[in-house]
């Protein structure tokens, strides 16, 4: 097994765990470990030697995509003691205060409140009408073939997604946020990286595109948007930190039949999905396999 590890969501003592299959300092440790410390390459080592077919049987590098905080404040000491070069994969929009409404109730949510329902029933107390919604939703059911949300995961995402629009929702979180006492512009700044850390962190890591916006279903939207997405990111992020990129990450793994094309055009050498699919042989450098953080700890830890 000598596939790259992808990495999210970091938590320890001082940063509190929000992000799903979060990882704390004590696991990353145990995991470079586990895995051996010379068996971790510098990422540009890996994908030299994966590029000519070079690699021994347990050497991996390691990923870390979405450019947030938590990866900053938790991963990036531990990797600059153990002298591991990752790549992290950044996505701009955030840079330029555009912040995606998702990513900060998710903070906001496992920071401040002791569960999820908690969380929800405060959010439910704002809704007008209430109780009617509930019986709708009853009555309809909202994805209730889904096994792994609970009653009220249901509940709210039928408000979130289909009662609400997005700019109400977002009205009410902000909402929450200023009942709790908080500052949105404080939040943020806990949730991602800003240009001054991005620049610290280009001194001893490798720095990749993940598009602007983030969408997930990248593979929907037009060449054209596409291509602007990452040739964006790429010119933001140059500009940044002062070096050329060639390196990306899908975002969601999402890629489609134009994408190899536009990874050509603006110079990118090397791009990585977000699975261990067994892929195309004919594509190799824009179709690089990664394992999840999580799937690695449950192997090893
Ligand atoms: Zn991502």
Redesign the pocket.
Known sequence: MNIPIMF?YFHNQKFKKYGQGSISEEDLINLIKKIGRDNILDIDTWLDKYSKGELKEKETCFTI??GLKCQYEVALPILKKYKIKAGW?I?TNPLNEKYEILDIYKYFCGTNYDSYDDFYTDFYKLINNFEKIKEKFEDINYLSDDLLYSYNDRLFRYIRDIVLKKEEFKKLIFKMIENKGLNLNDLVKNIWMNKNEIIELSKTQLIGL?TCN?PTRIDLLSEKDQYNEYNDCKEILEKIICKKISTL?Y??GNYNNDTFDICRKIDIDYAFI?DTRSINKNNKCFLIQREDSSITKNKLL
Request: proline fraction near 9%.
């Open positions: 999210h995509d979405d994969y996505y993940h983030h990450t975002p969601c977000a």
